[in-house]
């Protein structure tokens, strides 16, 4: 079955690093873009970055840039999302995501296809 | 890239049907026919149900149907059903700014 497994629930204090993980399974790792959407408490989806087979291809949103580092270990077929120093403002679903299809070159951006059961992180002292 | 607008609500009865907007600019949803939709059920993980505008991945119901005019695209959703009752979220990539971006999102109640 093609699907991402993600760990489990996050309870951090501020100022706490973090990183927390997304296994492909069910399909080669090394042929797709994986992603991170993050969702707060009752509030809309956010697109935070991409990653494609090693930490050197990565895109981030502007608004996650400097906020956020994405890795990968290929050889587990893992990605990684993390934080250095969290915050309250950190408090949300985060869901890994594989992209259908993405070439920059030929402005092809796919959807998201698969979806993680998403990882909840609550920052709070 | 700027949220995209979608209405807060929609809603309709069992067997109706009903039509979500998504309204974007020239460089996202007008630019190139790179617009999904999503559903996302209460307490459960988004799941695609239109990509490239209109087409539906496997699995999906014939019921899901999507459209683009300009800088709008739209999804309609016919034969309603209480478990097509969700949230629901376009999206579409930004080639200017090689970014996606998602719809303020809709909630679709069946009465």
């Known amino acids: 079955e093609v699907q991402l497994v993600q760990s489990g629930a996050e309870v951090k204090k501020p100022g706490e690093s973090l990183k927390i993980s997304c296994k492909a399974s069910g399909f080669s790792f090394i042929n797709y873009w994986i992603g991170w959407v993050r969702q707060m408490p009752g509030r809309g989806l956010e697109w935070m970055g991409i990653i494609y087979r090693s930490d050197s291809n990565t895109r981030y949103s502007p608004s996650f840039q400097g906020q956020v580092t994405i890795s990968a270990d290929r050889t587990i077929s893992t990605a990684y999302l993390r934080w250095s120093s969290l915050q309250a403002s950190d408090t949300a679903m985060y869901y890994c995501v594989r992209v259908y299809y993405y070439d920059v070159d030929a402005n092809m951006g796919g959807p998201f296809d698969i979806w993680g059961p998403g990882t909840m992180v609550t920052v709070s002292s | 890239q700027s949220a995209l607008t979608q209405p807060p609500s929609a809603s309709g009865s069992p067997g109706q049907s009903v039509t979500i907007s998504c309204t974007g600019t020239?460089?996202?949803?007008?630019?190139?026919?790179?617009v999904s939709w999503y559903q996302q059920q209460p307490g459960k993980a988004p799941k695609l149900m239109i990509y490239?505008?209109?087409?539906?991945p496997s699995g999906v119901p014939d019921r899901f149907s999507g459209s683009k005019s300009g800088n709008t695209a739209s999804l309609t959703v016919s034969g309603l059903q209480a478990d097509d009752e969700a949230d629901y979220y376009c999206?579409?990539?930004?080639?200017?700014?090689?970014?996606w971006g998602f719809g303020t999102g809709t909630k679709v109640t069946v009465l």
């Open positions: 999206s579409s990539y930004a080639v200017n700014t090689i970014s």
């Open positions: 020239s460089s996202d949803v007008g630019s190139y026919n790179y």
């Open positions: 490239e505008v209109s087409k539906r």
